[in-house]
Structure formats: structure tokens, C-alpha cells
């Protein structure tokens, strides 16, 4: 009897395990052959096909600051404006040894906001605009600060959330935009490969202003999955037709670059000089549905006991009604938009 509910026990345990090899199914956690948990994997492939379904539309901090605000993490200014939260973030990162990011913010509050974008099944990017190293050791040791900041974005059932990472942001203003095509991307790949040593569960982009996209070409890193460009804030005088039309011509170029080497495309801009009564629906929107973008990302809200820096709209702020024109275009995507950015998507029509 007993060898009869042994050889039982044994069958069912060898067709459980021939079902599951047979099946081939894994779970969005486990580590798929990139290195990359499934999640992430199906999110890196699905930022290169999302301009078909539109643009995600996000803001930098949006939900850990706003306009004479801080810190309420329930809390965003374009929510408060058109009842909707964004479907994207982003934050800058500087030596995170300091334990703060680039604009003092404790990692630990960081780390808070970008998991509970995650559960709204949205888009994190970080750019890590890195300080110039006084040698290989110190390098090593940013690197290594930075991979463990990255390892700790898990929620506590263990679900890792899914990260685009730039590292080295190109504009005129830093330190390594001086290096040489060659060094550059040498710094880029050395940083590429410590991160992901120790930190695999990232998708690499590659960012660069608009006054630098003719030099893409040439510094685009192998590494990267994700191209963005960045746009310079405007001062006053300078937000007219003329810039815009030149803001399209430049993204639609790193476009064809993205395209060629098959990547997924973004930008980053804002303003906070005065913005006129057609900042949004007459400039911003044709931009951002000019060329195949998986997101756009606006500059932060910011200002408490002082003068308010908005690149949004805020409770209040005069450039609310242009903006819901964007809010409500069908090409703009928020977070009642997002549906499936980290589950495997379904090509076959």
C-alpha cells in the first residue's frame, strides 16, 4: 500500500514538473536571459512600440513637490489639476553616498515615491548626473553607491520595479561634456558594466540635449536602449514659434537615429519663464506628437515661503484651461491610460 502512494506522490510530482518545462512560462520576477527581470524585459520592449498606442506624460518630482508644497506623497499638482496622475517620473541623481539625490532629497523618500509608481504600473527614469571622480577608486565606489540604491527598489513581497537609468546626461554644462567622443563612451560603458554587476534589473538610456543632437550620432552608446532628448529651459522672449519649429526639426532627427538602432524615444523639457496663453496646446502638443515618443517628462513644481518655479499648471496657475487641451488630446497617455507597460504584449494581429 505504501509503495502504491509512494509511486502516486512521484508521478504527479515528475508531470507537475514536465508540465511546467513544457509550458515555459516564468514569472514576471524571475530573471529572463537579458539579465533583466520579465517585467523589466517587457517594458523595455514595449517603450519602442508605445507611440502607438500614444505619449506617456510625466513630471520630475511630481509627486514629492509641488507649487508652495512638499513632501506628500499623495499629493501632485497636475492631479489636483485635472484629477489624474501622470504615467511617468523622473529624478536626478547626483553621489548618492550623500544619501540624498542631486536636489537633496533622502534616497529614502525617493525610493518611497518610485515604488508607488511602480504599483501604478508607470514609467521611472533616473538620471545620474555624475560629479567628476578624483580617481578609478572613487568611480568604483559611486558606482557601487548607485547599484545599491538600485538593488533596494523592491517592494516588500520582493517585486522589483523596473528602472530606466541615464547614466552621464549630456549638456554644455557638465564636466564630461568636454571628453572626446572616444572617452566618452568609455566612461559610459565602464559605468554601464560596474552598475550592472552589481545591480542587473536596469534598462539603459542614453539622454542628450538639443543643443548637442548633431554630436548623437557619434556618442550614442551601444549600451543604451532608450534615446532622449532634453530640452534646454527657455528664458524670457524666447518661447515663440520659431523655437518650437526648431525643437521638431532636432527631435525628429534623433527620431530617425532611433529608429535605425531600433530604440525607444523620449524627451525631457519645461519651462518656467511665463508661459503665453498657447504654451500647450500650440507648442508643447504639436511637439510631442511631432515624432514616435514613448514619453514626454516636465521639469518639477517647486516653492515653499518663496517665489513658485512651475514647468505645470497648478491649483491656480493661468495655463490650466491650454493644458487640459493637452490632457485631453487621445495621443496623450495618464495614468488611467497605463495597461500593460510590464506585461509581454501580444504583436500578432
Not at 508644497?69 to 499623495?74: F, I, Q, R, V, Y
Not at 541615464?166 to 567622443?181: N, Q
Not at 550614442?220 to 523655437?243: D, F, H, K, N
Request: with cysteine.
Amino acid at each position: 500500500m505504501r509503495q502504491t502512494i509512494f509511486y502516486i506522490i512521484l508521478c504527479t510530482v515528475c508531470l507537475s514538473f514536465s508540465s511546467c518545462k513544457k509550458d515555459g512560462k516564468k514569472s514576471y520576477e524571475e530573471y529572463a536571459d537579458s539579465g533583466l527581470t520579465v517585467r523589466t524585459e517587457n517594458m523595455q520592449e514595449n517603450l519602442k512600440t508605445l507611440h502607438e498606442k500614444g505619449v506617456l506624460i510625466g513630471q520630475m518630482y511630481g509627486t514629492i513637490c509641488g507649487a508652495g508644497w512638499e513632501g506628500d506623497t499623495l499629493r501632485s499638482d497636475i492631479n489636483s489639476v485635472c484629477g489624474e496622475f501622470t504615467a511617468c517620473t523622473g529624478y536626478e541623481f547626483s553621489d548618492t553616498r550623500s544619501g540624498e539625490d542631486y536636489n537633496g532629497m533622502p534616497l529614502p523618500v525617493i525610493r518611497k515615491d518610485i515604488l508607488q509608481m511602480t504599483r501604478r504600473g508607470g514609467l521611472v527614469l533616473l538620471k545620474w548626473l555624475l560629479p567628476e571622480p578624483a580617481g578609478e577608486d572613487d568611480l568604483e565606489e559611486m558606482a557601487a553607491s548607485m547599484a545599491q540604491f538600485l538593488n533596494s527598489l523592491e517592494d516588500g513581497y520582493g517585486k522589483k520595479s523596473p528602472v530606466v537609468l541615464f547614466p552621464m546626461p549630456l549638456d554644455e554644462e557638465e564636466w564630461y561634456a568636454t571628453l572626446s567622443v572616444e572617452e566618452s563612451k568609455r566612461l559610459y560603458s565602464k559605468m554601464a558594466e560596474m552598475i550592472r554587476e552589481e545591480a542587473k534589473n536596469v534598462v539603459l538610456g542614453f539622454s542628450i540635449s538639443s543643443s548637442m543632437i548633431e554630436k548623437a550620432p557619434l556618442l550614442l552608446p551601444e549600451e543604451c536602449s532608450l534615446l532622449e532628448m532634453t530640452v534646454p529651459q527657455a528664458t524670457e522672449g524666447e518661447l515663440g514659434e520659431q523655437r518650437w519649429k526648431a525643437l521638431t526639426g532636432k527631435l525628429q532627427k534623433l527620431s530617425s537615429i532611433a529608429k535605425e538602432k531600433n530604440l525607444a524615444l523620449g524627451i525631457t523639457l519645461g519651462d518656467y519663464c511665463e508661459k503665453d496663453s498657447a504654451y500647450w496646446s500650440k507648442g508643447v502638443l504639436p511637439l510631442i506628437t511631432s515624432s514616435p515618443l514613448a514619453y514626454a517628462l516636465f521639469r518639477e513644481n517647486s516653492g515653499i515661503g518663496g517665489a513658485v518655479l512651475a514647468a505645470c499648471p497648478y491649483p491656480g496657475s493661468p495655463d490650466i484651461a491650454d493644458f487640459m487641451t493637452l490632457y485631453n488630446d487621445k495621443r496623450t497617455l495618464f495614468s488611467h491610460d497605463l495597461n500593460g507597460l510590464y506585461l509581454k504584449a501580444n504583436r500578432e494581429k
